[in-house]
């Protein structure tokens, strides 16, 4: 564990306000806050409600920059070559695709509506995780 970066209480106040933003959204608009659906969304036809998904997606980018302007926030140290990223990035939209949702979706808010099927997803999501990390440190050696 690297307990010079480690911030519980910013980590606390983030997932706070996740689960307060995708409260919002289901409350005042009756949508789901799973990233793939509502990224999703924008892909496909009809295109009626474009606006608030794009308001969403907008914020989550622009988020980042306006925090950068009231500090110096930890940039994240990715040590993977831009082919890896987009392979990676491939293989987590078909997760997505094949599981029916993202951990957004199943791990924010179908788990704490009690959803069985995101239970198994989530689940699925964070095992799948742990044995990529223990083949990449302990098998490939990276």
Do not use: K
Request: hydrophobic share 50%; with cysteine.
């Amino acid at each position: 564990m690297d307990l010079e970066n480690f911030t519980p209480g910013l980590s606390l106040a983030g997932g706070l306000i996740i689960g307060a933003a995708a409260a919002v959204l289901v409350l005042f608009n009756g949508r789901i806050a799973g990233i793939s659906g509502i990224l999703g969304g924008l892909l496909s036809l009809p295109r009626n409600d474009m606006a608030w998904r794009i308001t969403f997606l907008t914020g989550l980018v622009g988020a980042p920059i306006l925090a950068s302007a009231f500090g110096n926030p930890a940039t994240p140290d990715i040590q993977a070559g831009w082919g890896e990223i987009l392979i990676a990035g491939f293989v987590v939209g078909l997760g997505t695709r094949y599981a029916g949702g993202c951990t957004s979706g199943h791990g924010v808010c179908g788990i704490s509506r009690g959803a069985t099927r995101s239970l198994i997803a989530t689940a699925t999501f964070m095992a799948t995780g742990f044995a990529t990390v223990f083949v990449q440190r302990h098998l490939i050696g990276g």
